[in-house]
């Protein structure tokens, strides 16, 4: 089923510490850039822009994994975590650089922003929801949590759906590169209603195709 | 988004864009047995004025920034996208249509306007998505080219009409247009006579460059940098408040009037202060607090006596 080549288990660990390694690249590029002055006139804002964008990619990559294993075969289930706190890592980046670089700290405009601006508001709601999700993000916390573990992580949904929403309302007019973001993380929220009747009809579908050994 | 950061090169380093635009002119046209004539001889020339009455006693923002630093949409939404697509534009040969409710209805060309009394103009420039520059401009007054062409009374309004050229402004083809072509603004006729409303055809002591609105662009200081529309071809006077193409967008977010006014916000973001382009650094931006009318509040506020400036934001 699968249409890429299995990844030896030996590896599955060190892989994922690659991710974590490779995902935070960009992070280090753009602040070498920022700190080099390679960030173009208005290096904070650019810095700040940039540290967001990738946030909503890796929480498009985290939404990504499921609909890739029903859909296509590929089971990259075990980046699943690596590619959720990526995203949560790139989301206090952009808040931080916000707060510390762009506003300078001042705590009445932080604050001022925060409740007034609506995309703002979101913002920071998605950022407080992330929270407790990266805490759980541990072995423990799955099987202590159970249930309630599996629960609670759909939160990712509402968060994703905002963080696109916060990203819409911050951008003076839709183009290309915010529609595509958009776009994919509502494609991938969209998925989720149908997984149930998609998986049905698959197996429905493999159930015929391939006949049962008793017909042998 | 864009992965590509171009490498920091130093301006001395840069060949003068006149040089490398002539050699592309020479190329284009060498097969026709026309050498170094056309469309390149036009760009970045120097310019000469005179002293003008306004001046300011803030900190020029460096050329490299007021060039680099743009928004041109009709070039691209990013920042940077002017400056890196404007290389095809032609801003030669040029004409500016002024029609309307005028006695003498007129066709200027370029040569004529680069021969008003052209003067120095520094002035501080206010985008409405909060930051800001000082820019040198070289311009002359709307109110010189409107006395040519002899408003009639029934005048109320001027409308200003961008250039509309898919073929050289890259920004107005393709799949997702950030706005309606063409570019339009307005002003109150009163606003558009006032002293401090120019026609902008240089900066720094050259002719405008391509991403700066070339060859001729209005500058209007105390509002937003949107109402300043660039590379002018239509200029009418009419009875009606005329279209603009950000209010028609998004008329919640952004006015007709749209005076730099810290004490009203932007929906979506505070006006209360600025970021100035070129000072600061990486480690920590240099915002300032906005002033009413972008701090020409005593040339100009006496236009608005009586008006409600929340309402007519």
């Known amino acids: 089923m699968s249409v890429i080549p299995a990844l030896p288990r030996k590896f599955h660990g060190p892989s994922i510490w690659a991710l974590y390694v490779i995902g935070l690249c960009p992070a280090a590029w753009y602040f070498y850039l920022g700190a080099t002055g390679g960030l173009g006139i208005n290096p904070v804002k650019e810095f700040e822009h940039l540290l967001g964008l990738w946030a909503l990619r890796f929480i498009i990559a985290t939404l990504a994994v499921t609909p890739l294993r029903d859909l296509v075969g590929i089971n990259w289930i075990r980046y699943r975590r690596a590619l959720g706190l990526l995203a949560f890592y790139y989301v206090v980046m952009h808040f931080s650089v916000w707060m510390l670089l762009d506003l300078g700290m001042d705590v009445h405009a932080v604050l001022g922003d925060i409740l007034k601006r609506p995309y703002i508001s979101i913002g920071m709601v998605c950022l407080a929801a992330l929270v407790p999700l990266a805490v759980t993000s541990n072995n423990y916390s799955i099987r202590r949590l159970g249930k309630l573990w599996i629960d609670m992580h759909h939160l990712i949904y509402p968060i994703a759906l905002g963080g696109a929403l916060h990203y819409f309302l911050a951008v003076k007019s839709i183009t290309t590169g915010p529609f595509i973001h958009i776009a994919a993380i509502a494609l991938l929220l969209a998925y989720r209603p149908l997984r149930k009747p998609i998986m049905r009809w698959k197996r429905a579908r493999k159930s015929v195709d391939s006949p049962q050994p008793a017909h042998r | 988004m864009a992965a590509y950061r171009p490498p920091h090169i130093p301006a001395s380093d840069i060949t003068p864009r006149s040089i490398y635009m002539s050699r592309r002119s020479f190329l284009g046209t060498a097969a026709a047995g026309l050498a170094l004539t056309g469309a390149g001889s036009a760009f970045a020339a120097p310019l000469q004025a005179r ?263």
């Open chain 2, 51 to 313: 002293p003008g009455p306004y001046t300011l006693d803030e900190k020029l923002t460096p050329k490299e920034a007021v060039t680099s630093y743009n928004n041109f949409y009709e070039f691209g939404t990013d920042k940077s996208d002017p400056s890196n697509n404007a290389g095809d534009f032609k801003p030669t040969p040029w004409t500016v249509k002024v029609d309307g409710l005028v006695g003498k209805p007129k066709e200027f060309g370029l040569e004529e306007l680069l021969k008003m009394p052209i003067e120095d103009r520094t002035y501080r420039m206010r985008c409405v998505e909060g930051w800001s520059m000082v820019i040198p401009w070289i311009g002359f007054p709307l109110a010189a080219l409107l006395d040519q062409v002899e408003p009639q009374g029934s005048a109320k309004y001027v409308s200003f009409e961008t250039v509309v050229r898919p073929e050289e402004m890259p920004g107005q083809k393709g799949l997702f247009q950030p706005l309606p072509w063409p570019y339009v603004e307005g002003l109150r006729l009163d606003e558009a006579r006032h002293p401090l409303t120019i026609l902008a055809v240089g900066l720094y002591g050259e002719t405008l460059p391509n991403q700066n609105g070339a060859p001729i662009r209005l500058v209007v200081p105390w509002k937003y940098g949107f109402k300043s529309i660039k590379s002018i071809v239509r200029i009418s006077l009419v009875e009606k408040q005329p279209e603009t193409t950000w209010k028609n967008s998004n008329a919640r977010e952004y006015g007709f009037y749209s005076n730099v006014n810290p004490a009203v916000d932007h929906p979506r973001w505070s006006q209360a202060t600025e970021q100035r382009i070129g000072e600061g650094g990486f480690f920590k931006t240099a915002r300032r607090p906005t002033l009413p009318f972008n701090g020409y509040a005593d040339d100009v506020a006496g236009l608005y006596a009586g008006l409600d400036l929340k309402a007519n934001y």
